[in-house]
C-alpha cells in the first residue's frame, strides 16, 4: 500500500507540473503564454525530478510510469506482487494531477479559442498523423528512457532492488531528469513524448469527462500509441539492458 501511495503521489506532482506548464504556454491569457518548446521540455525534466524525488522519499521505487514499472517487471528489478500497486497509483495519480491542472487554471478554458491546445495540455498528438511511424517515435523514446535508466543505475553500481539509484541519495535523480530533457529535445518532436502510458490516457480520460467549455474530441482514435508504444519501448530497453549491462 506505500508503494501505492507513494506512485500516486509523485505521479500525480509529475503531472501537475507538467501539464502545467503546457497549460501556462498554450492556454489563452496566462503569464507564459507562446513561451515555447523550450520551456515546456525543461519543466517537463523538473517535474519528473519532483515526482521522483517525492516517491522514492516515499518509499516506492519512483516509477511515476507504467512502461518503467513493466520494463523494472522484465529486468527483475520489480517483483510481480509489487506491480499492480505501481500502476494502479500511477493511473490515478495521473488523472488526480491533470484534474488539478484543469482548477489551476480554470478561468483560461474559456479565454481558449482552439480546441486543440485545450487536449493537448492533458495529451499528446502527432505532429504529423501516421500510427505506424507515431508509433516507432513513441517506442524509440521510450526505449531511450529506459535503457538510460538501467545505465544510470548501472554506472552508480546500484544493481539489485527495485528502487533508483540511492548511492548519490536526491542526487541519483537528477540525471534521470536531463534524461527525460535530452529525450523532449531530441526526440519529442514527433509526439510530443508521451514515453508514459499513464501520463497521457489518464489525463486523455479527465479531458473527456471534466467540464471544459469548447473542449472538442479526445481523440481516442490516437490514444493507444502513447500507450503501446512505451510499453513496446521498455521491453525492449530491459531485454537488451538484460544482455549487455
Same mark, same amino acid.
Given at each position: 500500500?506505500?508503494?501505492?501511495?507513494?506512485?500516486?503521489?509523485g505521479?500525480?506532482?509529475?503531472?501537475?507540473?507538467g501539464?502545467?506548464?503546457?497549460a501556462?504556454?498554450?492556454?489563452?491569457?496566462?503569464?507564459?503564454?507562446?513561451?515555447?518548446?523550450?520551456?515546456?521540455?525543461?519543466?517537463?525534466?523538473?517535474?519528473?525530478?519532483?515526482?521522483?524525488?517525492?516517491?522514492?522519499?516515499?518509499?516506492?521505487?519512483?516509477?511515476?510510469?507504467?512502461?518503467?514499472?513493466v520494463?523494472?517487471?522484465?529486468?527483475?528489478?520489480?517483483?510481480?506482487?509489487?506491480?499492480?500497486f505501481?500502476?494502479?497509483?500511477?493511473?490515478?495519480?495521473?488523472?488526480?494531477?491533470?484534474?488539478l491542472?484543469?482548477?489551476?487554471?480554470?478561468?483560461?478554458?474559456?479565454?481558449?479559442?482552439?480546441?486543440?491546445?485545450?487536449?493537448?495540455?492533458?495529451?499528446?498528438?502527432?505532429?504529423?498523423?501516421?500510427?505506424?511511424?507515431?508509433?516507432?517515435?513513441?517506442?524509440?523514446?521510450?526505449?531511450?528512457?529506459?535503457?538510460?535508466?538501467?545505465?544510470?543505475?548501472?554506472?552508480?553500481?546500484?544493481?539489485?532492488?527495485?528502487?533508483?539509484?540511492?548511492?548519490?541519495?536526491?542526487?541519483?535523480?537528477?540525471?534521470?531528469?536531463?534524461?527525460?530533457?535530452?529525450?523532449?529535445?531530441?526526440?519529442? /518532436?514527433?509526439?510530443?513524448?508521451?514515453?508514459?502510458?499513464?501520463?497521457?490516457?489518464?489525463?486523455?480520460?479527465?479531458?473527456?469527462?471534466?467540464?471544459?467549455p /469548447?473542449k472538442?474530441?479526445?481523440?481516442?482514435?490516437y490514444?493507444?500509441?502513447?500507450?503501446?508504444?512505451p510499453?513496446?519501448?521498455?521491453?525492449?530497453?530491459a531485454?537488451?539492458?538484460?544482455?549487455?549491462?
Amino acid at each position: 500500500m506505500s508503494i501505492l501511495i507513494a506512485e500516486l503521489i509523485g505521479t500525480m506532482l509529475l503531472v501537475l507540473l507538467g501539464d502545467g506548464v503546457v497549460a501556462n504556454v498554450l492556454l489563452g491569457k496566462t503569464k507564459g503564454n507562446n513561451a515555447g518548446w523550450i520551456v515546456i521540455t525543461t519543466a517537463w525534466a523538473l517535474a519528473v525530478f519532483v515526482g521522483a524525488y517525492s516517491a522514492g522519499a516515499m518509499g516506492s521505487g519512483a516509477h511515476l510510469n507504467p512502461a518503467v514499472t513493466v520494463g523494472f517487471f522484465v529486468a527483475g528489478r520489480t517483483p510481480a506482487a509489487e506491480v499492480p500497486f505501481y500502476l494502479i497509483g500511477e493511473m490515478v495519480g495521473a488523472f488526480l494531477g491533470a484534474v488539478l491542472v484543469w482548477l489551476h487554471y480554470y478561468p483560461h478554458w474559456a479565454a481558449t479559442d482552439d480546441p486543440s491546445l485545450k487536449l493537448a495540455v492533458f495529451a499528446t498528438a502527432p505532429a504529423i498523423r501516421n500510427s505506424a511511424l507515431n508509433l516507432v517515435s513513441e517506442t524509440i523514446g521510450t526505449f531511450v528512457l529506459l535503457f538510460g535508466i538501467f545505465s544510470i543505475q548501472g554506472a552508480v553500481g546500484q544493481t539489485t532492488g527495485e528502487t533508483f539509484p540511492i548511492d548519490m541519495g536526491a542526487l541519483g535523480f537528477i540525471p534521470v531528469a536531463f534524461l527525460v530533457w535530452v529525450i523532449g529535445l531530441a526526440l519529442g /518532436g514527433t509526439t510530443g513524448y508521451a514515453i508514459n502510458p499513464a501520463r497521457d490516457l489518464s489525463p486523455r480520460i479527465a479531458h473527456a469527462i471534466l467540464p471544459i467549455p /469548447g473542449k472538442g474530441s479526445s481523440d481516442w482514435g490516437y490514444s493507444w500509441v502513447p500507450v503501446v508504444g512505451p510499453i513496446l519501448g521498455a521491453v525492449i530497453a530491459a531485454l537488451l539492458a538484460g544482455a549487455v549491462l
